[in-house]
């Protein structure tokens, strides 16, 4: 989650200030960066992964469910993790990190993960050895759970944290979630409210319901208060915030209260890293389909499987006029306004635009990318390419949301802070990261779309897959350039409900520069106009020298991701889905009682240990392995 200074933050009209100090010094700060390191070759192709995990309190005699808001303890606990802890069980101690959520952690591998099947197969033993570690830190009735969404964020009727807080914070202003959720670190919440300034309004966050057999037509949330105006937000939800048929969130929280899975490539050039950020691109919104996992919002079944949109919304800092909402203020607007245009996404959003200097990627840059003027300038006048210059300006649209009073003026040739507070608030699909100070590490690209798996064998599955995919671009030479306006489509199509079997999406033909429209299962599998990106990854495994067990067991992970793409095997939405409306006490009306929430996360829970089987979710014999680990 970017980087913590401590110090004082600026409340948003102060920020707002020095919105155009920190964007001319953080392309300065870039440049230095691109100046030194442009020319860096031979770093190897290492990578690692991110898992957040929601901390759970299980209450077996009340059977309840709640978010433990303990990170703060926990993450001291683990802190004072020593090697004796790993000892013999992965190769470095693990890393672990705070994000937004008062009940979330993420962790890291200590150290990154190599390419050869060996280092391939040490990614689920250092997964799990990261989930004990995090266990081992909590009460007895705590679990860390790897779960998309928390069904029941946000619900008015019973407590969802432990311990209860109200609602109505000063820095969400929400009707639902109290800022007790909220990191204590200055940085959440100063974020939150300011983006929530920035904006104007509150965030709003609509959800189709997903609509069942006895849920109320037309659907009008009752748990919002239409009758009541104790606080001023109570009237944004009445007055047209909150849509019919659709569940309304109002905080930052609903979104990036939400876990994810990341991984970090490094690459062995600038160039090689440009080259897959695009070619990673165009499967951003595959991975989010076969990884879907967030089905439940505000104790109801949404109409979608997938988070994406949800975040989107949940930081969606744009002004009206940005949004189109509003006409443009014109001459005599606020400073940090001047280059108030028609900004098209939330800067949590699908990437714009290809990174490469070629004539297929400027084809397929096909949608209108808002620049920064003076900052592409800037990057002209110095010599970066038309397209990188492109790139680093569409980000330089934003403001920066957090700045420390203390942290204003900083030497450009050795600070990066400035650059990193907008280049880490651009949440998007890819992220290409610039090596950061020191020599020891290279440039990156970050595949930031797919969401957390229940389990650390799909996890690994994900990560591994990802990473032999790294290496079909590189060493079979792929060419999957498609419309970047295409792969936005896909970017929705990929989180509709079932979207495995109710889906196309967008893909470059293997046999002609064209596109055609293809199943999960063809993209995955392939078909006579496509090679398949598995058979592809088979074919780049042919090409190494991997003793027979290690194949099998890489086949493992490869295999899984097969079986979600084709159906054998539900995604982790489905398989909640499936859980909730077969639940006995489920009145198929979309709700998620409290009840059904900890039958739900129980069983995760018993899954994930191993001690309970998950025909249809998982393959046979998951449980023996995971004891067996
Ligand atoms: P962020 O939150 O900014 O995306 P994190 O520090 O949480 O970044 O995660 C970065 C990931 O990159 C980790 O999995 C880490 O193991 C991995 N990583 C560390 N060093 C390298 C490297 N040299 N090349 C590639 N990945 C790396
Ligand atoms: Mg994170
Ligand atoms: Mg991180
Ligand atoms: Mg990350």
Same mark, same amino acid.
């Given at each position: ?29 870039? #440049? ?54 790993? !000892?013999?069980?992965? =190769? ?28 391939? !197969? ?5 997964? !799990? ?8 830190? #909590? ?8 779960? %998309? ?39 959440? +919440? ?41 606080? +001023? ?33 490094? =690459? ?18 595959? !991975? ?13 079944? %949404? ?64 949608? +209108? ?13 110095? %010599? ?55 020599? =020891? ?19 690994? =599955? ?91 067991? #890489? ?48 069983? #995760? ?13 998982? +393959? ?7 004891? %067996?680990?």
């Amino acid at each position: 989650m970017g980087l913590l200074s401590l110090g004082t933050p600026l409340a948003w009209p102060d920020a707002r200030e020095l919105s155009e100090h920190v964007r001319v010094h953080g392309i300065e700060q870039f #440049l230095s960066v691109w100046r030194r390191m442009r020319d860096r070759q031979g770093d190897a192709p290492l990578w690692g992964d991110e898992l957040e995990y929601m901390v759970v309190a299980l209450d077996p005699e009340q059977r309840t469910a709640r978010l433990s808001l303990r990170q703060g303890e926990i993450l001291q606990r683990l802190a004072q993790c020593d090697d004796s802890d790993v !000892l013999g069980t992965c =190769a470095a101690l693990p890393t672990f990190h705070p994000e937004y959520g008062r009940y979330m952690i993420e962790s890291t591998p200590g150290r990154p993960f190599g390419i050869s099947a060996d280092e391939l !197969l040490r990614v689920e033993r250092d997964m !799990l050895v990261r989930r004990r570690l995090t266990r081992e830190r #909590l009460l007895p009735n705590e679990v860390p759970m790897t779960i %998309g969404s928390f069904p029941r964020l946000g619900v008015t009727d019973t407590a969802f944290t432990d311990p209860p807080h109200e609602a109505h914070g000063a820095a969400s202003h929400s009707l639902f979630l109290p800022d007790e959720i909220i990191n204590t670190h200055v940085r959440f +919440p100063t974020l939150t409210s300011n983006i929530r300034q920035r904006r104007g309004s509150k965030v709003r966050i609509n959800v189709p319901i997903f609509r069942d057999t006895h849920t109320p037509e037309p659907f009008v949330d009752p748990t919002i208060p239409y009758e009541r105006e104790l606080f +001023p937000e109570d009237g944004e939800a009445r007055a047209g915030a909150a849509w019919a048929d659709h569940i309304y969130m109002d905080a930052m929280g609903f979104g990036m209260g939400c876990c994810c899975l990341q991984v970090t490539f490094q =690459a062995s050039s600038m160039d090689e890293a440009r080259k897959l950020y695009d070619q990673l691109t165009p499967l951003t919104p595959l !991975l989010l389909a076969v990884s879907a996992a967030s089905p439940t919002y505000r104790g109801y079944l %949404g109409d979608v499987d997938a988070r994406w949109n949800v975040i989107s919304a949940a930081v969606d800092d744009r002004t009206p006029v940005e949004r189109g909402e509003a006409p443009f203020a014109g001459a005599g607007a606020h400073n940090s306004d001047t280059h108030a245009r028609r900004l098209r996404k939330s800067r949590y959003d699908s990437v714009d635009s290809y990174l490469c200097e070629n004539d297929e990627a400027r084809a397929c840059n096909d949608v +209108p990318l808002e620049v920064n003027e003076a900052v592409e300038q800037r990057l002209r006048a110095a %010599g970066v390419d038309a397209v990188l210059a492109a790139h680093m300006a569409h980000l330089f649209v934003r403001d920066p949301l957090v700045i420390f009073s203390e942290n204003v003026d900083l030497h450009d040739a050795t600070s990066v802070d400035h650059f990193e507070n907008l280049q880490s608030t651009n949440w998007q699909t890819m992220r290409f990261k610039p090596p950061p100070p020191g020599n =020891a590490i290279g440039w990156r690209v970050e595949f930031r779309p797919m969401e957390i798996q229940l389990t650390d064998f799909e996890n690994a =599955a994900f990560s591994v897959c990802i990473a032999l995919l790294t290496r079909v671009v590189l060493e079979l030479g792929v060419d999957w350039y498609m419309p970047i306006s295409l792969v936005d489509e896909n970017l929705q199509r990929a989180q509709q409900r079932d979207a495995v079997h109710t889906q196309r999406f967008h893909f470059r033909r293997g046999d002609a520069p064209a596109t055609a429209e293809y199943t999960l299962a063809e993209l995955f599998h392939g078909t006579d106009d496509l090679p398949g990106l598995l058979p592809l990854v088979h074919r780049y495994l042919d090409t190494q020298p991997i003793a027979a067990a290690s194949r099998a067991a #890489l086949n493992e992970y490869l295999d899984l991701v097969g079986a979600r793409a084709d159906g054998r095997l539900m995604t982790n939405a489905a398989y909640i889905r499936q859980f909730v409306r077969s639940h006995a006490a489920y009145r198929h009306d979309s709700v998620v009682s409290d009840e059904i929430n900890y039958d739900l996360l129980s069983t #995760l829970d018993a899954i994930e240990r191993g001690e309970k089987e998950a025909p249809g979710l998982l +393959p046979a014999g998951y449980a023996a392995r995971r004891q %067996g680990i």
